[in-house]
């Protein structure tokens, strides 16, 4: 069982950038997809960002391509979500989960079946 911690949100001025951390225990990321998703108040859980972890392969939603990008951080247990040019539409509790998604269903939180705990992140002036 994969045990996942988020961390490295906090509040950002229009413009900013914030890193996010989803680090593993229990198990590392090999073998398996890590996605972050995010959810704003009243809002359903949306995607933002997927990585096959030995493949390579990333993923980005629409709305953050361009601004973010989910990279390794040296380790197979750490991933970052680099976020720049943060809009505050971008306000959510973002989320890191871990399975094994097909690339049809990588952006679908259901194909994700560890989850992190959750990291605010605030865009305001």
């Known amino acids: 069982q994969v045990q996942l911690m988020e961390s490295g949100g906090g509040l950002a001025q229009p413009g900013g950038s914030l890193r996010l951390s989803c680090t593993a225990s229990?198990?590392?990321?090999?073998?398996?997809?890590v996605g972050w998703f995010r959810q704003a108040p009243g809002k359903e859980r949306e995607f933002v960002s997927a990585?096959?972890?030995?493949?390579?392969?990333?993923y980005y939603a629409d709305s953050v391509k361009g601004r973010f990008s989910i990279v390794k951080a040296g380790s197979n247990s750490a991933v970052y979500l680099q976020m720049n040019n943060l809009k505050p539409e971008d306000t959510a509790v973002y989320y890191c989960?871990?399975?094994?998604?097909?690339?049809?269903?990588?952006?679908?939180?259901?194909?994700?079946?560890?989850w992190g705990q959750g990291t605010q992140v605030t865009v305001s002036a």
């Open positions: 989960g871990v399975g094994r998604p097909i690339t049809s269903t990588m952006s679908t939180s259901s194909a994700y079946y560890y």
């Open positions: 229990g198990d590392t990321f090999s073998g398996y997809s």
């Open positions: 990585r096959r972890w030995n493949g390579g392969n990333t």
